[in-house]
Each structure stands twice: as C-alpha cells, then as structure tokens.
C-alpha cells in the first residue's frame, strides 16, 4: 500500500481518488474511484473486456455497492462505461497504481521488460506496446508506459526511468537497454544496473571480456598464446571452456582469497584438464583436446 507523508498507509480506493477526472460536472454522478476500483476487482476476478467488467459490476448488491462509495442502486449503463475507458488519463492512473504498489518500499530489484498486449491487435492496428517495471520484492508493477509505434523500448525506457525511485535498485533488462543513456540515467538516479551484452556490440562486449580475464563469462573460448619464435605469435582457441591451465589459475585464486587447498573440491572435469595439464610436454600449444 501507499503511504502518507507522516507513514500511514491508504487503501486503494484512497490512492485511486487521486487520479484526475476529466468528466464533466453533470457525467460526475458515480466517483471516479469507485467505477475505476469496481473495474479493477472485476479484472482480478478474471474480466478481461469492458463488456464482462460492466456485468460484473451488475451483480453486485446494493450494500457492495454502498461500500464503494456508490449511493445509487446499480452500476451505469455500458455507454458510461466506454466513455469513461475512452478518455480515462491512462499515464495518471498507472503512476497512482505504481506508486501504491511500492508503498513508500524501497523496491530492491527492478526489472524491466516490453511486451504487447494480448488481445490489443485489430486488423487495421498492430497492437499496443506496453513496458513495465516490475519489482520483484515488492511482486508488482511499479511503472508502466504505452510505447508510441513510432518510438521503441529505449526512448520509453529513457521516459519510464524518470518515473521510478532508482536510488539502492538493480535494474535488469535484455540486451536492448544496454545503452549509455540508459546506464548513465540508473546511475544518476542512484541506482546500479546489470543488463545483457550479446553479439551484436562486439566493442562493449570485447571491453568486457578483456576486464575479466581469465575468467571472463562472455568467453566462449579461451585463446592460447603458442611460445613464438621472433615477433611471429600464433594463436589459436580451444575447443572447450577448460583450457589446460584452468585448474591453476582457479588455484591461484583460491590461495589469494585465502582458500587454498580447495582445488580438491573442483567438479571431476577440472580436475581431468589439472591432470593433462601436469602432462604438457612444451607449453600450452602442445596440448591434444581428447576426443
């Protein structure tokens, strides 16, 4: 739930008498909150078309209703209904139900992620784009934002950043949001990132593997270096991830982090390479790959 200033929480009916009303005075004779509140019980009860949320709300009673803040005796006819949907300020309406989500919270891990909404596709239109922030600590949606067909995920990304609470987040995300604005917008907010790197950046991606060696998780391959003679230096990529001199750079490690002797507990293809590698008869490119 959301909280006040002074740290009380408020339902949800309190949060949603904050969204704008854009009705006129004389279309005003059901609150906003309660028709948007009725909507959203009958959606969790599994409506998913504005015809089934309009019958849902018909069946309920009189006292149901009174506790919605309705006085009248039935919900409005369908056409208020559409209306209300047609002109209804979606970008309002998600930053009040994000922000009741968090509930003051810190929301801890962020993930952010496009998809189009089912059942949103016409014949005449491809469908609406949404992206959201969902933060798993908190199991909600904690921002979402209507992607313009003529934009893509990194401008709504840029725009939905600025609507979230990112000091002490992680945000995660496909490879699409691994881009400098994004990064630097998390980082001026406070927060850390942790996003994909693929292929298509070979740069970024290289820059990555070069800072992580030898134990770098975007090597597919590790590359040997031969003993060369003059300035000529072959270099060739082994066939697996474990090149012969794995175990003692795991080693090596272990030792300086104050955990020597723990080679022993390597899973038993390590410890096969530790063995072929006591093996090697004139440097590393003198080792045969089993087949």
């Known amino acids: 739930m959301e909280t006040t200033e002074t740290g009380d929480t408020i ?4 949060a949603l008498t904050t969204v704008p009303d854009h009705r006129r005075a004389e279309g005003k004779r059901y609150p906003l909150a309660s028709l ?3 909507a959203i019980a009958a959606m969790l009860a599994g409506r998913r078309d504005q015809l089934s949320i309009v019958r849902w709300g018909q069946r309920l009673s009189a006292a149901a209703l009174a506790a919605l803040g309705i006085t009248r005796p039935r919900v409005p006819a369908p056409s208020v209904w559409c ?3 047609r002109d209804l300020n979606v970008a309002a309406l998600e930053r009040v139900l994000g922000a009741w989500v968090q509930g003051g919270a810190p929301a801890g891990h962020v993930a952010i992620d496009g998809k189009r909404l089912r059942g949103s596709a016409t014949a005449t239109a491809p469908g609406i784009h949404l992206l959201a922030a969902f933060s798993t600590g908190l199991e909600g949606v904690i921002g979402q934002l209507r992607v313009d067909p003529a934009a893509n995920e990194i401008t709504a990304a840029l725009e939905m950043l600025k609507t979230l609470p990112l000091k002490g987040t992680i945000v ?3 490879a699409i949001f691994t881009q400098k604005a994004i990064c630097r917008a998390i980082i001026d907010g406070g927060g850390d990132y942790f996003f994909t790197v693929k292929g298509n950046q070979p740069a970024l991606k290289a820059d990555i593997e070069q800072a992580f060696r030898p134990f770098s998780p975007l090597s597919a391959m590790d ?5 060369g003679t003059g300035g000529n230096h072959r270099e060739r990529s082994w066939p697996d991830r474990n090149p012969p001199d794995r175990d003692n750079r795991l080693a ?9 002797g723990c080679s022993a507990g390597l899973p038993h293809h390590a410890r096969t390479h530790h063995t072929r590698q006591d093996n090697r008869r004139n440097g590393v490119c003198d080792y045969q790959p089993e087949v």
């Open 11 to 14: 339902s949800l009916w309190e």
């Open 36 to 38: 948007l509140l009725i």
């Open 83 to 85: 209306e209300l949907f």
């Open 172 to 174: 995660t995300g496909d």
């Open 223 to 227: 590359v040997a270096v031969c003993p």
């Open 252 to 260: 090596a490690g272990f030792a300086g982090a104050g955990m020597a």
